[in-house]
């Protein structure tokens, strides 16, 4: 039987491609607007010239900002959610909240994200597209709600009696010219306060993460203006969190010389994961030259490191190299082990035993010895030292751990996790090859889930007989999202999973290139009736796709609920402890 002649025009259906900036912040800035900021601080400081003309200032103005209008008890971003953009006061005046924090529930959350209820699930069996990414024109263009859900607000929210319950908490005010946000935005974090419009007339302008990173880039004095926030409004909450300086008055005088002392400081940059990637394909990975030396073994450590935003290593001397200690995150700190010798041994030289580095970039905070030991006394420095020596675990005490439990590895956990970098994951998917058929059961419930296709592969690094596949990992620092051009990679504002807005997507790859553990698929997209789009170079059309972690499902992940043996599981590999109690289920 002759096969019939089936024309291109009948396989594809074209479209226009989406590009940078289709879709602005606001697409009703106008150029007024644009003329309007460029009159006021900091804007009016910038050097127009110091940016590229494939940068411009306007254009970043125009595409990447909004100016946003707000009523007294309007709430403008939320504690502890996940935030994409900053913003700059125009005019009237917000409050900060500093404590108590306010009561989730004044603040408009739900308990959790939107479900499926059974009946849809059950739906879902007879209701998915026959043909896999099968999209209509429409579904290709921004919806109207997009970006309220990047910026982790469905609704606006206001205060109930907004001037009692304000009147109630101690707060910070922000007016014109002041910025706020910012380092939520830059670093990925959550909110650290809820920050609610005070007064009526006020105005915002609020900045894409894309647009800050871009200005701060080209113009150094809003990159001094953003450190000089972060010292006025988060450094002080964010030490008062730290064990060591807990027995300090956060209003007292010595706290407030103690955070005017503290230097921020920078090592490497957002973009560390194609630096990453590049070393691992070149085949050396494991390399520490490319990673910033912030403090060498063998030299002074004239202080202690406090992990801001980011990762670093710790390691040590080994024969002919060194080998991975641990690896630490926000909130952790380096260096109280030599502050504690160097005291007790004023005259003494006590260089480092210890070398710290950025995987990637990390901001830090220093604090000088002869700070310290000015504001904190010496039994609780030797209290601190206690519990930094209790949480770590070098690999020979780790071997002996595993060893009481019996468990024997053949390789360095902890170097295996340091060196692919798995300490990012917080829902890291974990195969007991031991355990898996290789039946695929995993895979097909996967694919059932989203529209035809998997959103994973059954494939990864091993150590012994466990597999870390290729799928997202929902990382504490998700680097997937440097660079999103539209801002469709963003986190959910419950759960904070990462998660992808395909009606945004254009398909750039910057999001799959990014991430360091191959766990982002680009794939073709369809019509429903299994054409494929192209643009008008007949070109395809592209979407990216991975794990979200079936956020819609009441029952959570379904390739683990699919899989008949018990083989795979979601870990927090960021975690010694999992890693544990996975080699202990072995």
Request: glycine share 6%; charged share 25%; net charge negative.
């Amino acid at each position: 039987m002759a096969t019939p002649d089936i024309s291109l025009a009948e396989l594809t259906r074209k479209a226009a491609k989406p590009d940078r900036w289709d879709d602005p912040l606001d697409p009703n800035m106008t150029d007024a607007d644009v003329d309007g900021l460029m009159a006021v601080e900091p804007f009016v400081s910038m050097d127009e010239k110091a940016f590229p003309s494939s940068m411009p200032l306007r254009e970043i103005l125009k595409l990447d900002t909004a100016i946003r209008s707000y009523e007294p008890g309007q709430i403008v971003v939320r504690r502890d959610d996940y935030g994409t953009s900053a913003y700059l006061v125009l005019s009237g005046e917000v409050e900060v909240v500093l404590k108590p924090h306010l009561d989730p529930r004044l603040l408009g959350r739900a308990a959790t994200g939107k479900k499926k209820g059974v009946i849809a699930r059950l739906a879902q069996l007879w209701s998915n597209n026959p043909e896999p990414e099968g999209w209509n024109e429409a579904s290709l263009r921004v919806s109207d709600k997009f970006q309220n859900s990047v910026n982790g607000d469905q609704h606006c929210v206001f205060l109930q009696d907004f001037p009692n319950v304000i009147s109630n908490v101690t707060t910070a005010s922000l007016r014109e010219g002041q910025m706020f946000g910012e380092i939520s935005a830059l670093s990925r974090m959550p909110r650290t306060a809820t920050v609610v419009a005070s007064k009526s007339g006020t105005r915002l302008l609020e900045f894409t993460w894309q647009g800050l990173r871009d200005l701060m880039k080209y113009d150094a004095a809003l990159k001094q203006q953003t450190d000089a926030n972060y010292r006025k409004y988060s450094l002080s909450s964010f030490l008062a969190k730290i064990p060591l300086l807990s027995h300090l008055e956060v209003n007292s005088a010595d706290f407030q010389t103690l955070c005017t002392e503290a230097q921020l400081q920078t090592f490497g940059d957002y973009g560390w994961s194609g630096e990453y990637k590049k070393l691992a394909a070149d085949g050396d990975p494991t390399t520490r030259a490319n990673e910033p030396l912030v403090v060498k073994e063998g030299e002074y450590c004239n202080g202690i490191f406090l992990v801001r935003a980011g990762f670093c290593r710790v390691s040590q001397k080994y024969g002919g190299g060194d080998r991975t200690l641990k690896y630490i995150g926000a909130g952790k700190v380096f260096g109280f082990e030599d502050v504690v010798r160097q005291r007790s041994n004023p005259d003494g030289d006590e260089p480092s035993r210890l070398t710290l580095r950025a995987m990637g970039y990390a901001d830090l905070i220093f604090i000088p010895t002869a700070t310290l030991v000015r504001f904190v006394p010496a039994e609780v420095l030797a209290q601190a030292l206690a519990v930094t020596v209790a949480e770590s675990q070098p690999p020979k005490k780790l071997g002996a751990r595993l060893a009481e439990a019996g468990i024997h590895p053949s390789t360095n956990l902890m170097e295996f996790v340091a060196e692919q970098r798995f300490f990012n994951g917080t829902q890291s998917m974990v195969i007991d090859m031991d355990l898996c058929t290789r039946c695929d059961d995993c895979v097909r419930a996967c694919a059932a889930t989203h529209d035809g296709n998997p959103r994973f592969l059954r494939h990864g690094p091993m150590i012994d007989n466990l597999m870390v596949a290729n799928a997202c990992m929902h990382c504490v620092d998700p680097v997937c999202m440097i660079g999103c051009p539209t801002g469709a990679i963003h986190r959910t504002s419950h759960g904070g999973e990462v998660v992808i807005n395909p009606a945004s997507c254009i398909g750039c790859t910057i999001c799959a290139n990014n991430c360091p553990y191959d766990a982002i698929r680009m794939v073709e997209v369809r019509t429903t009736k299994g054409q494929f789009w192209v643009d008008e170079f007949q070109r395809p059309l592209l979407k990216a796709t991975k794990c979200d972690l079936c956020i819609e499902q009441t029952s959570g992940p379904a390739c683990q609920n699919a899989c008949p043996h018990a083989a795979l599981t979601r870990a927090d590999l960021s975690q010694e402890n999992s890693l544990i109690e996975l080699l202990r289920r072995k």
